[in-house]
Structure formats: C-alpha cells, structure tokens
C-alpha cells in the first residue's frame, strides 16, 4: 500500500519569498511522484512529476521538485512565489507496478501569497 | 481542444434521492477515472475504465455507487440512495493510454454535490 503526507494544510508565504511544501510518501515499489495544482473552481493541473533519471524535475510556472529517495520526499519549492501562486497543491504517488494508474493523493495544501 | 468536461458543475439533492453525474473525456483518451475529494481530504481513487477491459472499480465505496462508460466516450457515476456522507466534489480525468509508463491524467472541474 502507498500513502502521501503533506506536512501543513496551509502555508502563508510573501510574494517574492521561497515557497516550500512538503511532501513524504510511502511505497513498496519505485514510485512515480507528481505535483498537482488546483486553482478555485477549476480541476487539477499537472504542475510535475517524476517517474525516473534526473531526481531534480522542473515544472510548469517556475516550480521543481526534488526525488530523495533516502528521506522517501518529493518536495515543491519555487525561488520566488507570485500572487498567482495560490491555490492548492497536491502531491501523488502511484506505482511502476501494473496498476500504475491508480494515484494516492496527499490531502493537500493551501498556498496563501501575502502582498 | 477541448478539455475533460463534466456536468453539472452543482448538485444539491435530498437524503435517499439518486443521482447521475456525468463526464465528457478528451477526444482519443482510452482511460478515464473518477476521484472524490471530500472536504479537507485529498481525491480518493473511485473507478477506472481502459478501453474494452473490464473496469477497476476496487475505490467504490459501497454498492449503492455505480459507474458506466460507452466506448470510449461519456461516463457517468451514479450514485442511488444518497447520504450525507456522499457530499463532495467529484472529480473525472482521463489519459491518452495507461500501460507501463506512466501518462498524465487531465482533470476536469468536477461536480460538487450537496445531500442536504
């Protein structure tokens, strides 16, 4: 079985400040990891993900995240947040298994940019 | 193109009525999958369909939830007999192909539903 943490439900940050989420999960195979985004009122978006190769993956609007498989952690971070950074993040795992459809998602946080 | 549509957007209904929710994938997508997020909570695999294979309905929560798919077109995931604890949005994505590598689901706005 697999399962997802998301340290903070929600994270308050500056506009110009790091943005840092966490994210640890757990998995009896080599995961396939991702980050979704989800705006108000619309579905979730891919923002990136990992399947294999490179550990340190760059995403859609400025985001990477890191592969650490010794911490079992996927976390987000962007440079420089904007106010059209907040929403809500999400991050998954599925298996490289035969039912590598199936994701498990972390319940989510909520990235507040603050003026 | 278009992306994963579904409808309505809203649903409020009464304790024990039924309901029908319904998803439009993206053209040529072979898989489609719906999620619940309830309140607070991240998605929660439901059901997945792939083409002509049988479905992979290990998510549904209970019997009284069901979900069909024509083709590989329109679902919809019916819901008889609705309870409280049924109240949240309802998310439907689909994927070009799911086989050994991994392929991005695209996800549409979901429907919220309400049981009052």
């Known amino acids: 079985a697999q399962s997802v943490t998301q340290l903070g439900s929600h994270v308050s940050v500056s506009e110009g400040a790091l943005v840092l989420l966490r994210c640890n999960y757990s998995?009896?195979?080599?995961?396939?990891l991702f980050w979704y985004v989800q705006y108000p009122n619309q579905g979730l978006q891919l923002l990136l993900k990992y399947t294999t190769g490179a550990t340190l993956v760059k995403g859609i609007n400025g985001f990477e995240a890191e592969f650490k498989k010794s911490e079992t952690s996927f976390h987000l971070t962007k440079p420089s947040a904007h106010m059209s950074d907040a929403a809500e993040y999400f991050c998954?795992?599925?298996?490289?298994?035969?039912?590598?459809?199936?994701?498990?998602f972390g319940k989510g946080t909520l990235l507040t940019v603050n003026p | 193109g278009a992306g994963v549509s579904q409808s309505p957007s809203n649903k409020v209904t009464e304790k024990g009525k039924d309901v029908e929710l319904r998803c439009d994938p993206i053209?040529?997508?072979?898989?489609l999958y719906w999620y619940r997020q309830r309140l607070g909570q991240g998605l929660e695999f439901l059901i997945y369909f792939q083409g002509n294979s049988a479905p992979d309905k290990s998510g549904l929560p209970s019997d009284r939830f069901s979900a069909e798919r024509t083709g590989e077109s329109v679902s919809t995931l019916t819901i008889q007999r609705t309870q409280q604890e049924d109240s949240a949005v309802y998310l439907c994505?689909?994927?070009?192909?799911?086989?050994?590598?991994?392929?991005?689901?695209?996800f549409g706005p979901g429907t919220r539903l309400t049981v009052l």
């Open positions: 998995s009896s195979v080599p995961p396939y």
């Open positions: 053209s040529g997508h072979t898989a």
């Open positions: 994505a689909s994927s070009p192909l799911a086989g050994a590598t991994y392929n991005e689901q695209f």
């Open positions: 998954a795992v599925s298996h490289s298994g035969g039912s590598n459809y199936k994701l498990t």
